[in-house]
Structures are given as structure tokens and as C-alpha cells.
């Protein structure tokens, strides 16, 4: 990568599992490469200054708090966002922003939370302002 080197890529990706943690049901943002797919975005320009100034903030607590500039636990990396958060609450808005996008723009994400998918698909939601339910669910709107 150019702008961003590897060792802030994988800081990064820890980031962005403090965000969305692994768990039983998937491995959170690391089911959709968020950390990497962040770092491509960062290359090509997209918020960089912001990001850097986070990933420095952020390596540089890990090296304080741990010892660590990566390699950090779930924990050890939510510890570290929430001090950027205090520092840096733009980097944290806008990692948490990117990262929720790309976690929940992954169809096989819609699948394990029960979204159907686009609405365009399906000819749009009739009565939007009312309860939706799946075709063939026994509940009736209204």
C-alpha cells in the first residue's frame, strides 16, 4: 500500500474489530476485510489525513498502554478507541461510520440479521410507514 503501511493496516483492522467484535455468530469486521478495505480507501485518498492522524493517535497509545504498535486483544484495541474517541472524536465518527457501512453493505451479513435485501428488488416496500413482514408471514400489517 502507499500512504498507509502495513503495520497500520493492521492496526487498523484491530480498530475496526473494537467497532464490531468477533463473536459466536461471525467474526465482525473481519468478515468483511474492513480493516483492508479502510486502508484501500485511505490509498486512494478518501479521508486520509483524518485516518492517519487516528492510526498515529491510536499506535502511539498502543505503544504507551501495551507496549504494542499491533497485536492487540479485542479489549486492548476497544481501550484504545475509546481514548481516541476522547481525542479524536471525527476519527471515531468516521471509522465507526465506514466500518458499520461495509459490515452491513455484505449480503451475507443481511442474511444473519434478517434484512431481505434491497427493497428495489422486490418492487420497493408498500406501505412503508407500516410494520414490514417477510411474504407468507402469518402477521398482517395495520
Avoid at 41 to 52: E, P, S
Avoid at 70 to 81: F, K, V
Avoid at 88 to 117: M, N, T
Wanted: proline share 5%.
Amino acid at each position: 500500500m502507499g500512504t498507509i503501511s502495513s503495520e497500520q493496516v493492521e492496526l487498523l483492522s484491530e480498530l475496526t474489530l473494537a467497532v464490531i467484535p468477533e463473536d459466536e455468530v461471525d467474526r465482525g469486521a473481519a468478515e468483511v476485510h474492513a480493516g483492508t478495505a479502510l486502508a484501500a480507501k485511505i490509498d486512494r485518498g478518501v479521508n486520509a489525513a483524518l485516518y492517519l492522524q487516528g492510526l498515529e493517535t491510536a499506535g502511539l497509545l498502543a505503544k504507551e498502554r501495551f507496549g504494542l504498535s499491533s497485536g492487540m486483544t479485542q479489549e486492548q484495541a476497544l481501550d484504545i478507541l475509546l481514548e481516541v474517541k476522547k481525542r479524536l472524536p471525527a476519527f471515531y465518527k468516521q471509522l465507526r461510520a465506514d466500518v458499520c457501512a461495509l459490515y452491513l453493505s455484505e449480503p451475507a451479513v443481511w442474511q444473519r440479521i434478517g434484512f431481505p435485501g434491497p427493497s428495489a428488488e422486490s418492487g420497493g416496500y408498500p406501505d412503508f410507514d407500516q410494520p414490514q413482514f417477510r411474504i407468507g408471514d402469518e402477521q398482517t400489517a395495520g
